[in-house]
């Protein structure tokens, strides 16, 4: 198992929505609002722009002792020695993000509603575990759909488990009882009029939720 990469975390994994002039301060935001790890995702190709302000989020991360992940993009992952890289079924091998990242990287897979494609990750040394998405999702309207029962099923891998897609303040706790260790939100905090105060209502979750079955 993997648990030491990640230990004794869980809450809000916060996913940012760039490219946007303000992503710093945005970013800063939720971080002060409580999130454990923010993801950079930016699907443009902007590459010094991309690097520029991963280099600028791993700092500020590290400045709130949080985790700074990167999105499907291992070779800038490497670039910024962030703390590591979250890969989708399109993306890198996982075997070989390991071998440029090391061993002391967090690489986390998304794993959607297949609870096979987990199985297949922790054999290959994966942190932590995505699925979902659990409710319709504003930031990815067809994504597949996962039931709450998936993240029970999948405790057995031993590995982190991340939730996401549609994840509101009001139906996180459920999730977290199923077995969620963090709660992954795109609009949910960045589409909120106030990302702190957002970032903390989920962060809050971990604190007041039931314990997982």
Same mark, same amino acid.
């Given at each position: ?9 869980? *809450?809000?994994? +916060? %996913? ?5 002039? @303000?992503?710093?301060? &945005? #970013?800063? =935001? !939720?971080? $002060?609002? /409580? ?66 990242? *090391?061993?002391? +990287? %967090? ?5 959607? @509603?297949?609870?096979? &494609? #987990?199985? =297949? !990750?922790? $054999?290959? /040394? ?88």
């Amino acid at each position: 198992m993997t648990l030491t990469r990640l230990p004794n975390r869980r *809450g809000l994994y +916060a %996913i940012t929505d760039g490219p946007r002039a @303000d992503l710093l301060e &945005r #970013a800063a =935001a !939720a971080l $002060r609002g /409580g999130a454990s790890m923010l993801q950079y995702r930016d699907k443009s190709d902007a590459a010094a722009r991309r690097r520029a302000e991963a280099e600028a989020l791993l700092a500020i991360c590290k400045a709130h002792g949080a985790l700074c992940i990167i999105n499907d993009d291992v070779d800038l992952a490497h670039a910024v020695r962030a703390h590591g890289v979250h890969l989708g079924e399109q993306d890198d091998d996982l075997l070989r993000a390991r071998d440029t990242l *090391g061993r002391h +990287a %967090i690489i986390g897979v998304s794993c959607y @509603d297949d609870l096979g &494609r #987990a199985r =297949a !990750a922790t $054999r290959q /040394g994966a942190d932590y575990l995505a699925f979902g998405a659990f409710y319709p999702s504003p930031s990815k309207p067809q994504a597949r759909r996962a039931h709450p029962q998936l993240l029970r099923e999948a405790r057995h891998l031993g590995l982190p488990l991340v939730a996401i897609g549609g994840i509101t303040p009001d139906n996180g706790a459920n999730l977290i009882a199923a077995g969620a260790d963090f709660l992954a939100v795109i609009s949910g905090v960045f589409a909120a009029p106030d990302i702190e105060a957002a970032a903390r209502r989920y962060s809050e979750l971990f604190t007041s939720s039931m314990p997982k079955s």
